[in-house]
């Protein structure tokens, strides 16, 4: 895409307020931040305040903008839109002609196009941090604020993990009841797979 045509899009941009990224070519806004490993390519525009991290990929004809992320190793492509206060991580992927907005979050191994979930992500929010699960080297598993363990650790980490982050006992007791739901989750999804192999 050239300066002019990115015109059409934003009729503001200059050569002073976007530049196209080091790595693929598309082009960022100068208050947006595309960093890491990230990859912005092909007619893919990032803008606003939003960030581009980690191994992420943002191509095609993909916007992300306001105050989005997207992280991780996480895809948007096609002519997908992620904007607001919108994530997306782990390694989900967002395109076709989805539209992620607002605080929504997509992560996983979530797949959202043409405006819906293929695969929701089972997500809670707690008394004192979000839940939600993601998948680790292939394995179901939950994240609670920066932490993520399968369930089995998370059982074994209660106590630490506790102390570390100043939860009451009340609280850690909370979160352990999140947890074995989300180890129900996971043998019920994990039964339904081996299901639909089977017939």
Excluded at 147 to 173: F, G, I, N, S
Aim: hydrophobic letters at 35%.
């Amino acid at each position: 895409m050239t300066l002019n045509e990115l015109k059409r899009i934003f009729p503001d941009a200059t050569a002073e307020t976007w530049h196209q990224h080091k790595n693929g070519g598309g082009w960022i806004q100068n208050t947006a931040q595309v960093y890491g490993t990230a990859l912005v390519y092909g007619d893919a525009l990032v803008s606003g305040d939003a960030q581009v991290s980690g191994d992420a990929r943002v191509y095609g004809d993909a916007l992300v903008s306001g105050t989005a992320q997207v992280y991780g190793t996480a895809q948007v492509y096609g002519n997908a839109r992620v904007y607001g206060n919108a994530l997306v991580y782990g390694d989900a992927q967002v395109y076709g002609d989805a539209l992620v907005y607002g605080n929504a979050r997509v992560s996983g191994t979530a797949r959202v196009s043409g405006g819906k979930y293929l695969k929701p992500p089972l997500y809670l929010a707690g008394s004192r941090h979000t839940l939600n699960e993601d998948v680790k080297d292939g394995k179901p598993v939950v994240r609670i604020g920066c932490h993520v363990y399968d369930c089995a650790t998370w059982h074994k980490k209660a106590k630490a993990l506790a102390r570390a982050e100043h939860y009451t006992p009340a609280e850690m007791h909370e979160y352990l009841d999140y947890i074995d739901l989300f180890a129900r989750h996971f043998r019920r999804a994990a039964a339904a797979r081996k299901t639909t192999k089977e017939s």
